[in-house]
């Protein structure tokens, strides 16, 4: 497995911006995907964007497409959410997951598909 660790979490107004941060680190990324999911208090954790670390092809959930943005650095071996216009219904805490898929695979966007995880940040949209 990988380890993960989340950064950049915290409040911020709706219509602003947050960056989220992951540090991956124990093994070779390249047939990896990552992906950031959230979960609401009383609400079961949901895929939110996934990034494929050969090739940086990317995939959103609709209620994030056009506002937020997975991207990687290979050189840190980091995974980044940017999150634009941020919406109160984005308050969650935000995990970052990574799984070994091959390039011939579908991606999973169901967190029970993920066997690493980041220890979560939370991140606070207010109105």
């Known amino acids: 497995q990988v380890q993960l660790v989340e950064s950049g979490g915290g409040l911020v107004q709706a219509g602003g911006s947050l960056r989220l941060s992951c540090a991956a680190s124990?093994?070779?990324?390249?047939?990896?995907?990552m992906g950031w999911f959230r979960q609401a208090p009383g609400k079961e954790r949901e895929f939110v964007a996934i990034?494929?670390?050969?090739?940086?092809?990317?995939y959103y959930a609709d209620s994030v497409k056009g506002r937020f943005t997975i991207s990687r650095d290979n050189t840190k071996n980091k995974v980044f959410l940017q999150m634009n216009t941020p919406k109160t219904e984005d308050t969650a805490v935000y995990y970052c997951?990574?799984?070994?898929?091959?390039?011939?695979?579908?991606?999973?966007?169901?967190?029970?598909?993920?066997?690493?995880w980041g220890q979560g940040t939370q991140v606070t949209v207010s109105s």
């Open positions: 124990g093994r070779t990324l390249s047939s990896y995907v």
């Open positions: 990034i494929r670390w050969s090739g940086g092809s990317t």
């Open positions: 997951a990574a799984r070994v898929t091959p390039r011939s695979a579908v991606v999973p966007t169901t967190p029970a598909h993920y066997d690493s």
